[in-house]
């Protein structure tokens, strides 16, 4: 649970960073924007996790950059790819 929390705080500090209204509309009609803000607070979760001896669940995320929740971001082997490759690096 405290990974999500700071996944979605990664969020929240762009919202305030460069305001909510420019961030929702960025999110939703750039996709380049919206990869870019969720690799960035998915890798923020993922240290907290490591640093914890925890598990990133590559596979279910995955599935949500390739689905309509995350407006079919990434292809799914793609998306396992980045996220495989993030998760090594830290």
Do not use: N, P
Request: charged fraction near 35%; aromatic fraction near 16%; proline fraction near 0%.
């Amino acid at each position: 649970v405290q990974s999500i929390v700071i996944h979605e705080k990664c969020h929240v500090e762009k919202w305030q960073e460069i305001g909510l209204f420019k961030f929702g509309f960025l999110y939703f009609f750039s996709k380049k924007f919206r990869l870019e803000q969720e690799l960035f607070a998915v890798k923020e979760q993922m240290k907290f996790l490591k640093q914890h001896d925890e598990i990133y669940d590559i596979e279910r995320k995955a599935k949500h950059f390739s689905g309509k929740d995350y407006r079919y971001l990434l292809k799914i082997d793609e998306a396992r790819k980045v996220l495989t490759d993030l998760w090594q690096s830290i």
